[in-house]
C-alpha cells in the first residue's frame, strides 16, 4: 500500500484531528463520509489481478473497510507518519507487530513495567510456545539496558510513560543502543497520546497507540494502531497479522473513534492541565505515600520527560496510600464523581487499585508495593475531581 494521503501535512495537530481522513461524500455530497457497515465490496469486472490476500483493493471487511482507512489516514497525520494500521483493540495491535516482527529464535528485549499484555506475551506465551527468547529489563536503567540489547537482538519494546508506575524511559537512548546492535524498536505511546510525544522523532521505528484510551476519548469504542515509516513492514504486518490473523476493527468501531477523535487535541490540554493540578495536590495530601506522575519536579522522570515531551504529562497518576488493600477498594467505592472501573483516557475519571497480591507487584519499585492506586484523570471540572478524592479519603479515616 502507497503512502498514506496527508492533505494536512503542514497544519497543525488540531486541524488534522479535525480534517485528515475525511471529505465531502462522494455519493451525496454530506459533509461527512458515512459508515459503510458492509462486509463485501463490488468485485472488479476483470478478476485476473485481484490478489485476494491484498488490502489495497476493497473487497472484504478482513481485508480492510472504508472506515478503517479513513481513520488510519488521520492516525498517520497525527502522528506526522507516512502510515498507520488501524485494528480491533491496543493489544491487537501489539501483537500483530511482535507476531510479524519475531519468530523462533529472535530476541526480544521488554520493559519490567509493562501493559499486562505485554507480559502475557512474553513471559508467558512467544516463549513457551514458539521458543522466543524473551529478555526482561529495567528500561529506566540505560546500563541494564546495553548489556540486555546484543548484537543479533531483533526486537526492543518500551512503553513511556509505563503502564502502571508511570515511569519514564529514554526513547531516543533507547532507539541508540537497538539501533547500533541492528534491533527495531517499537514504543507504546498511549499513555502520552501523539499531542504529548511523537516517539517517530525520537528514533523510534513502530509505535503503538491504544485508541480505546485518550484519542477515542468517550469510554465506547476499541481499536489500536501501529504507526510507522517503514511501508514495507507494515505491509508485512497486513499481509500476516491482519488478513491471515485477523484483528480487524468493525467499520462502526472505527467511525465512533473517528469521530471521538476530532476533539482529541483539545481534550488532551485540558487533561494535561488537570492532572497536573491533581498531582499536585496529591503530592501534598496527607496519608498519600507517594505520587508518580513526570509534570512533578519531584519525580525521578521530570528533566527527561521535560526533554521528549512536549504540551503535558498526561492523564495517568499512581500514588500510594498508606493503608491495606480492603481500605483501597473502599476508597475506590467511596467516590462519587470518580468511576471505580479499569481503564483510561476516558471522558470520566477512572480509578483502580492494584493490589499487593499482583503477580507483578516485585517487579515495581519497593514504594509500589503498597496501597498502589492508578488514577486517569478525565474532563469533570478539576475542583470537584480533587473534592472527591477528598471525601473518599476521610471517609475512609484517611
Ligand atoms: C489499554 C492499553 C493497551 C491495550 O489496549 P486495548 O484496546 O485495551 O487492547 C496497551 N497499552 C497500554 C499502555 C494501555 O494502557
Same mark, same amino acid.
Given at each position: 500500500?502507497?503512502?498514506?494521503?496527508?492533505?494536512?501535512?503542514?497544519?497543525?495537530?488540531?486541524?488534522?484531528?479535525?480534517?485528515? $481522513?475525511?471529505?465531502?461524500? @462522494?455519493?451525496?455530497?454530506? *459533509?461527512?463520509?458515512?459508515?459503510?457497515?458492509?462486509?463485501?465490496?463490488?468485485? +472488479?469486472? =476483470?478478476?485476473?489481478?485481484?490478489?485476494?490476500?491484498?488490502?489495497?483493493?476493497?473487497?472484504?471487511?478482513?481485508?480492510?473497510?472504508?472506515?478503517?482507512?479513513?481513520?488510519?489516514?488521520?492516525?498517520?497525520?497525527?502522528?506526522?507518519?507516512?502510515?498507520?494500521?488501524?485494528?480491533?483493540? $491496543?493489544?491487537?495491535? &501489539?501483537?500483530?507487530?511482535?507476531?510479524?516482527?519475531?519468530?523462533?529464535? =529472535?530476541?526480544?528485549?521488554? +520493559?519490567?513495567?509493562?501493559?499486562?499484555? *505485554?507480559?502475557?506475551?512474553?513471559?508467558?506465551?512467544?516463549?513457551?510456545?514458539?521458543?522466543?527468547?524473551?529478555? %526482561?529489563?529495567? %528500561?529506566?536503567? &540505560?546500563? /541494564?539496558?546495553?548489556? /540486555?540489547?546484543?548484537?543479533?537482538?531483533?526486537? *526492543?519494546?518500551?512503553?513511556?510513560?509505563?503502564? +502502571?508506575?508511570?515511569?519514564?524511559?529514554?526513547?531516543?537512548?533507547?532507539?541508540?543502543?537497538?539501533?547500533?546492535?541492528?534491533?527495531?524498536?517499537?514504543?507504546?505511546?498511549?499513555?502520552?497520546?501523539?499531542?504529548?510525544?511523537?516517539?517517530?522523532?525520537?528514533?523510534?521505528?513502530?509505535?503503538?497507540?491504544? &485508541?480505546?484510551?485518550?484519542?477515542?476519548?468517550?469510554?465506547?469504542?476499541?481499536?489500536?494502531?501501529?504507526?510507522?515509516?517503514?511501508?514495507?513492514?507494515?505491509?508485512?504486518?497486513?499481509? @500476516?497479522?491482519?488478513?491471515?490473523?485477523?484483528?480487524?476493527?468493525?467499520?462502526?468501531?472505527?467511525?465512533?473513534?473517528?469521530?471521538?477523535?476530532?476533539?482529541?487535541?483539545?481534550? %488532551?490540554?485540558?487533561?494535561?492541565?488537570?492532572?497536573?493540578?491533581?498531582?499536585?495536590?496529591?503530592?501534598?495530601?496527607?496519608?498519600?505515600?507517594?505520587?508518580?506522575?513526570?509534570?512533578?519536579?519531584?519525580?525521578? $522522570?521530570?528533566?527527561?520527560?521535560?526533554?521528549?515531551?512536549?504540551?503535558?504529562?498526561?492523564? *495517568?497518576?499512581?500514588?500510594?496510600?498508606?493503608? =491495606?488493600?480492603?481500605?483501597?477498594?473502599?476508597?475506590?467505592?467511596?467516590?462519587?464523581?470518580?468511576?471505580?472501573?479499569?481503564?483510561?483516557?476516558?471522558?470520566?475519571?477512572?480509578?483502580?487499585?492494584?493490589?499487593?497480591?499482583?503477580?507483578?507487584?516485585?517487579?515495581?519499585?519497593?514504594?509500589?508495593?503498597? $496501597?498502589?492506586?492508578?488514577?486517569?484523570?478525565?474532563? @469533570?471540572?478539576?475542583?470537584?475531581?480533587?473534592? =472527591?478524592?477528598?471525601?473518599?479519603?476521610?471517609?475512609?479515616?484517611?
Amino acid at each position: 500500500m502507497a503512502k498514506k494521503e496527508n492533505r494536512f501535512t503542514n497544519y497543525g495537530i488540531d486541524t488534522q484531528a479535525v480534517h485528515a $481522513g475525511t471529505d465531502y461524500d @462522494e455519493g451525496t455530497g454530506a *459533509v461527512r463520509r458515512p459508515l459503510h457497515m458492509a462486509n463485501s465490496y463490488k468485485l +472488479p469486472d =476483470d478478476l485476473s489481478k485481484v490478489n485476494y490476500s491484498s488490502t489495497d483493493l476493497l473487497m472484504y471487511a478482513r481485508n480492510g473497510n472504508a472506515n478503517q482507512h479513513w481513520l488510519e489516514e488521520k492516525i498517520a497525520a497525527l502522528h506526522g507518519a507516512d502510515d498507520a494500521i488501524v485494528l480491533a483493540s $491496543g493489544v491487537g495491535a &501489539l501483537h500483530a507487530l511482535f507476531w510479524t516482527l519475531l519468530k523462533s529464535g =529472535d530476541r526480544v528485549v521488554y +520493559p519490567k513495567v509493562s501493559y499486562m499484555a *505485554v507480559y502475557r506475551m512474553f513471559h508467558e506465551l512467544f516463549n513457551v510456545k514458539f521458543g522466543v527468547d524473551t529478555v %526482561m529489563v529495567d %528500561m529506566t536503567d &540505560l546500563e /541494564a539496558v546495553k548489556r /540486555a540489547v546484543t548484537p543479533g537482538t531483533q526486537l *526492543v519494546h518500551i512503553e513511556t510513560p509505563d503502564n +502502571p508506575t508511570v515511569g519514564v524511559t529514554d526513547i531516543a537512548a533507547i532507539a541508540k543502543i537497538a539501533h547500533e546492535n541492528g534491533a527495531i524498536l517499537s514504543v507504546d505511546n498511549t499513555f502520552a497520546s501523539p499531542l504529548n510525544q511523537r516517539p517517530l522523532d525520537l528514533g523510534a521505528d513502530f509505535v503503538v497507540e491504544a &485508541l480505546t484510551k485518550f484519542i477515542n476519548g468517550h469510554g465506547d469504542a476499541q481499536g489500536g494502531a501501529i504507526i510507522s515509516n517503514n511501508l514495507e513492514t507494515m505491509e508485512r504486518i497486513r499481509y @500476516e497479522a491482519q488478513v491471515n490473523v485477523g484483528s480487524v476493527i468493525s467499520p462502526f468501531n472505527a467511525w465512533q473513534i473517528f469521530r471521538g477523535s476530532v476533539t482529541f487535541p483539545l481534550r %488532551m490540554r485540558q487533561i494535561n492541565e488537570s492532572t497536573q493540578r491533581v498531582a499536585e495536590w496529591l503530592e501534598q495530601r496527607k496519608n498519600v505515600t507517594f505520587v508518580s506522575y513526570p509534570g512533578l519536579p519531584s519525580n525521578p $522522570g521530570h528533566a527527561l520527560a521535560k526533554k521528549q515531551m512536549k504540551n503535558g504529562y498526561g492523564g *495517568v497518576i499512581s500514588f500510594g496510600l498508606d493503608t =491495606d488493600d480492603k481500605t483501597v477498594e473502599r476508597f475506590c467505592a467511596a467516590l462519587k464523581v470518580v468511576t471505580f472501573a479499569v481503564s483510561l483516557g476516558h471522558d470520566e475519571s477512572l480509578i483502580f487499585p492494584q493490589p499487593s497480591y499482583d503477580e507483578r507487584i516485585a517487579l515495581y519499585p519497593e514504594k509500589f508495593r503498597k $496501597g498502589f492506586i492508578r488514577f486517569s484523570v478525565g474532563l @469533570e471540572d478539576v475542583e470537584d475531581i480533587i473534592a =472527591d478524592l477528598d471525601q473518599g479519603l476521610r471517609a475512609v479515616g484517611l
